[in-house]
């Protein structure tokens, strides 16, 4: 029995829990992101009631289980920017415009501004990473936002990745896009594990050398 709770124990420090928040301007298709990414289906009209509660989800990226919370925000006007404590919630941001759209592609731009901004006045703890979709990849004769625009905003933004995608027809593009961002949040946190590492390391090789200076000096003079 003691064997089966240990066996329980490593699995659930093995979980790595990651916050992502979906920022765009409204209408451009982050509730039908986030539902094709946990459930792989497509819900076309989605009942959006203003601001809700992270949807929670266990999910696996490369073998390894997470603990999503998505966060589906509701812009009510594409002039309405995030607060400061949504930025401060989450891990990584998914940021969604929509290729049939122009207004939207500018509201990403404006979101850009605003989340520098709030880098600079959060200092080094805003590290949060980011993405960026292009989503109605299938309304391609519709499209107001060409591949390349897309590509050179993600590069801009510092954008970890950049994809076109459809929330109506694609269910692993759609997943990747999630899933950047989790690699690279579960990346971060382990650096920022081995920085801190090495400076408590180094902090004990002082340590040391200062007690061998000690014990040095503690020996029989002659
Ligand atoms: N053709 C097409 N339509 C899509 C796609 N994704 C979403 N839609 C449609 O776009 C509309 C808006 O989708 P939502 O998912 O509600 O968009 P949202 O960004 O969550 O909207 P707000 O909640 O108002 O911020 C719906 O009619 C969806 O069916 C897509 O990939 N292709």
Redesign the pocket.
């Known amino acids: 029995m003691s064997s089966n709770l240990r066996v329980i124990r490593r699995k659930k420090s093995s979980l790595s829990e990651v916050k992502i928040v979906l920022f ?1 301007a ?7 992101l986030t539902v094709r990414f946990l459930t792989k289906r497509y819900i ?3 009942d ?1 009631h203003g601001d809700q509660p992270p949807y929670k989800y266990e999910l696996m990226v490369d073998s390894e289980p997470v603990l999503f919370e998505l966060l ?1 925000t ?2 009510k006007t594409a002039g309405e920017l995030p607060s400061t404590k949504t930025l401060d919630w989450a891990d990584g941001f998914l940021l ?1 415009y929509s290729i049939t759209d122009r207004e939207s592609f500018s509201y990403i731009k404006r979101l850009h501004a605003h989340i520098s901004q709030w880098r600079r006045e959060a200092g080094p703890a805003a590290t949060a990473p980011m993405v960026l979709v292009g ?5 391609i004769h519709l499209r107001q936002v060409g591949y390349e625009e897309g590509e050179i905003l993600a590069r801009d933004m510092e954008c970890l990745s950049f994809r076109e995608v ?4 694609q269910v692993t593009e759609v997943a990747e896009a999630f899933n950047d961002l989790c690699r690279e949040v579960n990346n971060h946190r382990r650096k920022s594990k081995q920085s801190l590492l090495d400076r408590v390391l180094g902090g004990r090789g002082g340590l040391r050398v200062y007690a061998r200076g000690k014990s040095d000096s503690a020996l029989p003079k002659d």
């Open positions: 765009g409204p209408g451009v298709g982050k509730s039908a076309g009209e989605y959006h589906d509701c812009a969604v989503n109605k990849g299938d309304m459809s929330a109506s027809e």
